[in-house]
């Protein structure tokens, strides 16, 4: 996402694990976290990494794959690193400086609900970490590592199994400003962030206790921040969708709670020629178009929009409603987060992944 949660869902890590440290912040100064910086290019591979500085990170993996039936299916993988507020200075090993958290998620419309696995542990002992000189982020047997052509995803679990190859058809994408995305008003609330769109995704697939081929294509982001949230901000909608014409389309709103007003917007859509254009809280508009209400938590949720950006209308519809992700085991956090069609004067032009956080009560950082 201009926000993968990015957006994703790492404020609920930190809000969790932020708080068993807030005795001893009463105590002694917590340490400082780097910001942001508009001033500051990106520079590859070292971007590619990890950026242990700033509280929160993630690498965000979102596509849609057909399998050896030709099946329409969702997925994401997405990487979480998050820096918690502990004490400093403590000796002990198992003390950790970061925390490595992980979700993936299958939207299999034959189900039509959401398989979803997570995964979490502290960076000690090498069984979980994220290097700093380029892409490569694991817990246990699960991982996300770039390699010269492309990047190479695993999840393992009984419920879910991926082991995918994703490779670039296209450059890399910042977003903002030369990589500085703003959230809000404030100028602290941002993120340093990127894309690349329009990944050929092969590989294996195992649910259900069935395993085979898939293909498709994905959407990576990776984004890192100190202080994403803008004061006064419950959540975001965002959406990433690779055009069928070979475009991409990023575009985000953070709202307040109960004011149909954004707090901030933004959108960047990159055309088939390779045309970048980016866009301002004036001319990107969400609106709302269908709720739907979850059966487990009773929460509702706007699955389907209706995004202006600039002189382009595309109407999101998702691939099924029940989307709904329960990463309360690892943090906290109930949102919703799938597999999703964008269409134009009823044709379709795209698929790609949308991200609701903050219904069922607000995001606290």
Sequence with gaps: MEHSSKRRMLLAVMAMWCGSGKAASRAMPLPVSAKADPARALH???DH???PDFRIEWWYVTGWLRDHAMRELGFQVTFFRAKPQL????PSAFNPEHIIVAHAALSDPMRRQLIHVQHAGRAVFDLAGAATDDTHVWLDNWRLKRHDNGYGAQITST???LNLRLTPTQPLLPQGVNGYSRK???ADAASHY????QLQVRGTLRS????????????LDHEWSSSYLPR????????GINLDDGGALMAFRMRTKGDVRPLWSAATLRDRTGRVQRYGINAVQFSELRLWQSPRTGVKYPVAFRVKVGDLEVIIEPLFDDQENDTRRTTGAMYWEGAVRASTNGQSIGHGYLELTGYGEPLTL
């Excluded at 069935?210 to 294509?217: I, N, Q």
């Excluded at 006064?232 to 959406?239: E, K, Q, V």
């Design 44 to 46: 590859f591979p070292r």
């Design 49 to 51: 990494g990890s950026h």
């Design 87 to 90: 004490k400093p200075g403590n």
């Design 159 to 161: 419920e879910l199994a």
């Design 184 to 186: 809000g008003p404030d």
């Design 194 to 197: 990127y894309s690349l769109p």
């Design 208 to 219: 259900s206790g069935t395993a085979g081929p898939v293909s498709g294509h994905a959407w």
């Design 232 to 239: 006064n901000a419950a959540g975001w909608d965002w959406i």
